[in-house]
């Protein structure tokens, strides 16, 4: 078998439309491809393997970018794009303090960056892993507008929303377009399945999964997901209930050590079988590893 080939940063990226008033900056899910290093390393084995999407709302010559991507070379990527089509005012969300939603916020540093409290905290708390981890994120930008709780915000004509969901993530925080029927997720919802961060946590996540139904949001655009399903358009309301599903089943494995041994494929075969969700096998070793994390739970 032959080596994976080492692709430059950000040259793999693809621009999905799937609304006007968004860009989608996709990357990864290219088979027998690596964008970093041969070696283990956060970037190659978790977003660009998985496939990572980062989105921008525009309207007129302002843009709101949610997240900054997975390196300096692809926000360098998103913020040339953007002002070729126009762009002159830029701000950016963050929608929780994972190292592949932050590696690019050095070149939004003299922009609004804004972040929940509790994701400046955790910013701070794990500055130093993130600054050395490999590859480094350094320096790490913090961002310079902090909010508490839900927020609306203005781009152009557009009313954003900002609400904070513990979902995946003490602090993560979704971007909701009322007018356009959108739910930009974040890691909140991702496909198939999300990956676990915080398994002491995830009876509320499944809590907050069911107060977030309950918006009604018709399209659902994840960070990662399959680029042809965000390219349409993005997901249904069904990957809630879906995502609801998986991690009801994956707290249950405590208790029934069979469904434990399952590959990912038996463990969502309904949701497979019905077109809910979609198969994707770099996901086997994510849920292996979120049936490890439950398991171990005291």
Sequence with gaps: MSAPALLPLGSTMRVLRPHPNIYAFYDGRIDGARAHSPAPNWLDDGAYALGVCVYAVVDGSEA??????????????MR?????????????????????????????????????????RTLAANRVALENGDPPIFPLVMPNKIITGPTELAVGRLTVKLEPAEIHSHDGLILLLP?????????????PITYVGEPERLPVHVEELKRIREWGYARILPNHGAPDVIAAGGYGPELIDATIRYLNKLLHTRIDMALADQDLSTFIAGDLASGTLSYFAPYEAVHANNVKKVLALP
């Design 80 to 120: 040339r794009t953007l002002e070729e089509a126009g762009i002159t005012s830029f701000r950016v969300v963050l929608s929780h303090w994972h190292d592949d939603h932050v590696a690019g916020n050095a070149v939004f540093a003299t922009d609004e960056i804004i972040a929940l409290d509790r994701t400046e």
């Design 64 to 77: 709101l970018l949610y997240d900054t991507h997975i390196s300096i070379p692809h926000a360098q990527f």
């Design 179 to 191: 007018e356009l029927g959108l739910m930009l997720a974040g890691d909140t919802l991702e496909e």
